[in-house]
């Protein structure tokens, strides 16, 4: 046998042997390594989050692996808001911060990654950093927005299975390159999307995603989707590549109340920052 073939052989083995105890992470260890996270970006300093990165630990940043001591992290970012979600069987959290003061504001969409076996290790940061130039950047205005949505735990008569969550969240991602995915997404009322800054709500009970979705099922597709689910805010994140505008760097997160679709908000990252269509 080559040793491809070994290795190969090898892979499917571990997979076999991790993925039962890939079930369950507990959330308090998840949300304590997403605080840590947090801190770190606060202080502009790794010290506190270093102890718990594993030794092949990856930093990406706009969906490009990077150095983690040379990335948005280096800079201290005073935190208007801050909200995380957790996934408890992904192993893995979401965080949306806001910075809103200068002299770089920055909208950030983080998923951190832990190790299923020790879920106090830290194998992947993940992050979409939107700053000036991004798509309808203007963080100010998204935090007027976002203070205003109610994120907060669903009873549990609202909450959904997260093989629904992420069908949602697939089927809205695929307009762009599925004539039909539009009929596959719970459209909810109301319903209220911020894009960047950009605000689709009126504040009526009637708000509609749908004005606006893609009219052209003919573009490049949403690719490279990474997802972090939590069932008890009926919210499910996705980065991935926005193929179809210069294969810019997207965080998309949607959350469902009842099983239909409530927030959609987004944060886009264009090379160069200057995003165009
Ligand atoms: C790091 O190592 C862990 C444990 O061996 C493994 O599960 C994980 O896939 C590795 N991560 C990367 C990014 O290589
Ligand atoms: C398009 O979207 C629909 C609804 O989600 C799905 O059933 C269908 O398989 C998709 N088509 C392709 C080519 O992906």
Not at 52 to 71: H, M, P, R
Request: net charge negative; aromatic share 6%.
């Amino acid at each position: 046998m080559s040793i491809t073939r070994l290795i190969a052989g090898l892979g499917v083995i571990t997979l076999a042997y991790s993925a039962p105890l890939a079930t369950s992470c507990d959330r308090s260890s998840l949300l304590a390594a997403a605080d840590a996270y947090v801190a770190a970006q606060a202080a502009g300093k790794l010290d506190g989050l270093s102890s718990l990165l594993a030794v092949n630990f990856t930093y990406q940043e706009n969906n490009k692996v990077s150095d983690i001591t040379k990335g948005v992290l280096a800079s201290p970012l005073k935190i208007d808001h801050q909200r995380t979600i957790a996934d408890t069987t992904g192993c893995a959290t979401f965080t949306e911060l806001i910075s809103t003061a200068g002299p770089k504001p920055y909208v950030i969409g983080t998923q951190i990654r832990q190790d299923p076996v020790n879920p106090s290790v830290i194998t992947l940061i993940d992050t979409v950093a939107s700053t000036t130039g991004s798509w309808a950047f203007d963080a100010a205005k998204t935090l007027q927005y976002v203070l205003k949505e109610d994120w907060s735990t669903l009873s549990e008569d609202k909450r959904v299975s997260r093989t629904l969550l992420q069908q949602t969240a697939d089927a809205y991602l695929d307009m762009w390159s599925n004539a039909t995915a539009a009929d596959a997404v719970a459209w909810g009322t109301p319903c209220t999307r911020l894009e960047g800054s950009a605000y689709t709500g009126q504040g009526k009970a009637s708000d509609s995603c749908k004005p606006g979705i893609p009219s052209n099922h003919n573009q490049a597709p949403n690719t490279h989707r990474r997802y972090v689910i939590d069932e008890t805010v009926g919210s499910c994140s996705v980065l991935c590549v926005w193929e179809h505008m210069m294969m810019a760097a997207d965080s998309h997160e949607f959350r469902l109340e009842g099983g239909k679709l409530r927030y959609v908000h987004t944060m886009t990252v264009c090379p160069g920052q200057v995003c165009r269509l």
